[in-house]
C-alpha cells in the first residue's frame, strides 16, 4: 500500500480515463470493478452466435468537444458511423427527433404548407420546443406540437419512466423538439463514430499501463473503508491519496438515508436468420408494444456476418436492488435531488474521495460529457500538492 497513489472504483468511461490520466502523471492507480470485465455499461462482446452486441443497451459515440474525441483516438480507430433513429408510429416509421422528413410522413398533403409556416415562423436548422409551438397564434402549428406529443412523446416516456401524462414533469415536455431540417441524425455533434474494433479493445487498451493494476469480481467494500472521523483505509491501512467512486453514493453509504430511486432496463437479446431485421440500427415504439425500442447491432458495428442478426428489445422498470439488476437512468425530481444532496455531503467529509458519473453524481450524463468531466478531475488531481 505504500507504493499506491490512487484508488479508482469502476473501470467504466468515468474510471478509466480518470485512472489513464493519473497514471500517465506518474501516479501508481489501483482499479476495483464488481463485474467480471472491464468497460462498464459501454462493454460489448460476441454473443453465441457470433454477432458483436452491447451486453447493457446500445451505445453510440458523439461529441463536440475535440480533447475528448483526441483523447479517445488515442485507443481506437473510428468507424464512420452517423446514428438514425426513427419512430414506429402505427407501422409507419418516421425519422426521431421529428423533423421535416418526419412531417412529411404524418402529414403527407399538408406538410409543405406546415413547412413554410415553421420556417417563416422560426428560421431553418432550429429545434423548436413543443412549448413554443403550443404557443404559437397559428391554430396549425399548435395542431403540431399535439401530434408531436402523442405520438412521439407521450407513451414512449410513460413507458421509460413508469409514470402516466399527468405526472410526467412539465418541463421534460416542453423541451421536446421539433428539429427545422432535413437532417435525419440523431447526433449532430461534430465527432461521430463507433470504436472500430468495440468498446472492449477501447478499454483494454485505456487501462494498459504499467502504473495501473486492475482487480476485477472486487466490490469497493473490499478494499475501502470510511471511518467516522473523516478519513479512508484501503486494505484496513490509513490512505490520503485521491479515491475516485464512480458507483451509486447511496450503496458506498449503505443507504443510510434511503435507496435512491432508479430506473432499470431488461434487455431481451433474439437472434434471427436474416440479413437485417429492420431499416435502423434503433426503432422506437412510441405508440405501442410494451418495450421502448429494438436495437440491431449489426447497423451499428458494421460487421459483416451474412444471413444471421440479433436485435435486443428494451424494456423499462423500477430499480428495486433485486440481484441482477442494475442502476441506469436517475429519477431526477426535488426530492430525490435532497436526498441525493444528503449523500453527497457525507461524502465531502472525506476529503480525499471525489464522486463521478452518472450513478455517483446523480445525474444524466453522455458518455463525451464523463470522458470530459473525467479529465478535468484528473488534472487537478494530479496538479494537487500531496
Known amino acids: 500500500m505504500s507504493q499506491l497513489d490512487a484508488l479508482v472504483i469502476g473501470a467504466g468511461f468515468a474510471g478509466a480515463t480518470v485512472a489513464r490520466k493519473l497514471a500517465e502523471a506518474g501516479k501508481q492507480v489501483l482499479v476495483v470493478e464488481r463485474r467480471d470485465h472491464i468497460g462498464g455499461n459501454a462493454y460489448d462482446c460476441l454473443d453465441d452466435e457470433g454477432v458483436l452486441i452491447h451486453k447493457y443497451g446500445p451505445h453510440i459515440f458523439h461529441t463536440g468537444h475535440k480533447e475528448v474525441y483526441d483523447f479517445l483516438s488515442r485507443f481506437t480507430a473510428w468507424r464512420d458511423y452517423s446514428h438514425r433513429v426513427v419512430a414506429n408510429v402505427y407501422g409507419q416509421l418516421m425519422p426521431v427527433p421529428f423533423n421535416l422528413t418526419s412531417l412529411d410522413i404524418a402529414y403527407e398533403q399538408r406538410s409543405a404548407a406546415l413547412a413554410e409556416k415553421l420556417l417563416a415562423a422560426y428560421g431553418p436548422e432550429r429545434k423548436v420546443t413543443i412549448l413554443e409551438l403550443r404557443q404559437s397564434d397559428d391554430p396549425e402549428l399548435a395542431e403540431l406540437a399535439d401530434y408531436v406529443y402523442e405520438n412521439i412523446f407521450k407513451t414512449y416516456t410513460m413507458k421509460q419512466w413508469g409514470q402516466t401524462p399527468e405526472e410526467i414533469d412539465p418541463a421534460t415536455t416542453a423541451r421536446v423538439p421539433v428539429f427545422l431540417s432535413r437532417d435525419d441524425r440523431y447526433f449532430q455533434d461534430l465527432y461521430q463514430g463507433m470504436p472500430l474494433e468495440g468498446y472492449a479493445a477501447l478499454f483494454e487498451r485505456l487501462l494498459d499501463h504499467p502504473n495501473i493494476e486492475v482487480r476485477l469480481n472486487t466490490d469497493a467494500a473490499d478494499v475501502l473503508t470510511l471511518t467516522q472521523v473523516g478519513t479512508t483505509l484501503v486494505n484496513g491501512e490509513p490512505f490520503k491519496g485521491p479515491i475516485v467512486y464512480t458507483g451509486a453514493v447511496d450503496g458506498l453509504f ?72 442494475i442502476p441506469y437512468y436517475a429519477v431526477i425530481n426535488p426530492e430525490n435531488k435532497a436526498l441525493y444532496g444528503q449523500y453527497a455531503a457525507l461524502a465531502a467529509e472525506y476529503p480525499n474521495l471525489h464522486l463521478l458519473g452518472r450513478l455517483a453524481e446523480y445525474q444524466y450524463y453522455n458518455m463525451d460529457a464523463i470522458v470530459k468531466r473525467a479529465l478535468e478531475l484528473a488534472d487537478r488531481l494530479s496538479s494537487a500538492k500531496d
Open 254 to 325: 449503505d443507504r443510510r438515508f434511503g435507496r435512491l430511486p432508479y430506473r432499470t432496463l431488461d434487455f431481451v437479446f433474439e437472434t434471427h436468420p436474416v440479413e437485417w431485421y429492420q431499416t435502423h440500427g434503433t426503432v422506437n415504439y412510441t405508440v405501442d408494444q410494451p418495450f421502448t425500442r429494438i436495437t440491431e447491432f449489426k447497423h451499428l458495428t458494421g460487421q459483416v456476418l451474412p444471413k444471421k442478426t440479433t436485435i435486443m428489445k428494451e424494456f423499462s422498470k423500477e430499480f428495486t436492488g433485486e440481484d441482477g439488476q
